[in-house]
């Protein structure tokens, strides 16, 4: 038994992104058929409170097991202290830049970081750091990436950059169209693939966790906001310890940063899912936490090169999204993501 939630995370106030990610999960542990928590961030600061108000309705529980915090952006992170204080948390897995370097002065949200640290602590929450490896549930989650090295390396990249006032990643365009006209775009047939293997993202969304979890011959992978590099990795483990993803395909897929064409390309997408004219597995389903008011998310790029590898694409545009296997009374399917015209300019 499994429920996966993608929670809805909208910020229209011009304070930095517009996305975020907040997720709850409730799945069985094989070896023990009881259910367990996990939570992979919790958005903004007032999602936290929506994560809370979910699981104890959907889930009956005021129990957490499991806290993954993918990355200390705010739209991942700040809402988690809210989850911390009001529920019982019994693990929280968050990376500590504090315990790999000296000076972390000019790292971003900091004091964010800092205070669910200190929370947690206080609240008597197991501490750890989710480094690629690690697992719970007698290995039904597994952190394929990143590895404490790459970790470290991608930390001292963005402490510096930080230092020297770099901007990472291209400047600030005008907001393309709303989503509505981009639906409004929506072709009867897929175009000619324009994604490239060209886009890069920053150190600090590299140094996203990135998560797998199996149950019920499902094989869910959660990605935060990772880019090529660490989805490179990533995929290298996942190959060496379950296998070739043509033989033991996905059935899950998170689209990293909220579906931005910067995070993925073609040579990664053939590997995980195969080519269009060979998919590896047509019927995996692909969830994207995107905000109404972030137009540039989803990339139409993205949500067609997933297509045409057989994927179903969901996101949540102001909604909640339910991957599951019971039946979960008041909830009905949500429409596809129908193939789009290749034209954003990202």
Not at 117 to 136: M, S
Not at 187 to 194: K, Y
Not at 308 to 316: D, E, H, I, P, S
Request: proline share 6%; hydrophobic share 40%; with cysteine.
């Amino acid at each position: 038994m499994y429920e996966v939630d993608f929670l809805p995370v909208e910020n229209d106030q011009q304070d930095g992104g517009k996305s975020g990610d907040a997720i709850a999960l409730k799945f069985t542990v094989d070896t023990t058929q009881q259910p367990v928590v996990v939570v992979i961030d919790g958005g903004l600061t007032d999602i936290g409170d929506d994560l809370v108000q979910h699981i104890r309705r959907y889930y009956r529980t005021d129990v957490v097991d499991l806290i993954i915090s993918t990355h200390p952006d705010a739209d991942h992170l700040n809402g988690l202290a809210a989850v911390v204080e009001q529920l019982e948390v019994r693990e929280l897995m968050i990376h500590q830049p504090r315990l790999h370097v000296r000076d972390v002065s000019n790292f971003s949200n900091l004091e964010a970081l800092d205070n669910l640290i200190a929370l947690a602590r206080r609240q008597g929450v197991t501490l750890t750091e989710p480094f690629a490896g690690e697992t719970r549930f007698d290995g039904q989650l597994h952190v394929l990436g990143p590895t404490k090295e790459y970790y470290e390396e991608l930390l001292r990249e963005q402490l510096a950059e930080a230092r020297a006032g770099a901007v990472v990643g291209s400047p600030q365009r005008k907001w393309m169209q709303q989503l509505s006209r981009m639906l409004d775009q929506a072709l009867t047939h897929l175009p000619v693939e324009t994604l490239t293997d060209e886009g890069e993202t920053s150190a600090r969304n590299n140094s996203s966790v990135i998560t797998l979890i199996t149950v019920d011959q499902e094989r869910m992978l959660f990605t935060g906001d990772a880019g090529m590099p660490a989805l490179e990795s990533a995929a290298s483990r996942y190959e060496a310890l379950v296998g070739p993803f043509y033989s033991v395909p996905l059935t899950f897929f998170q689209a990293p940063h909220h579906g931005s064409k910067r995070n993925v390309g073609p040579t990664i997408l053939n590997q995980i899912f195969g080519t269009a004219d060979a998919p590896h597995h047509r019927g995996c389903a692909s969830f994207i936490s995107s905000a109404k008011a972030a137009p540039k998310h989803p990339s139409p790029k993205v949500v067609n090169a997933l297509r045409r590898r057989g994927c179903g694409v969901w996101a949540t545009e102001g909604n909640s999204l339910l991957h599951t296997n019971v039946a979960r009374p008041g909830w009905s399917s949500a429409p596809e993501f129908p193939t789009l015209a290749e034209d954003d300019d990202d």
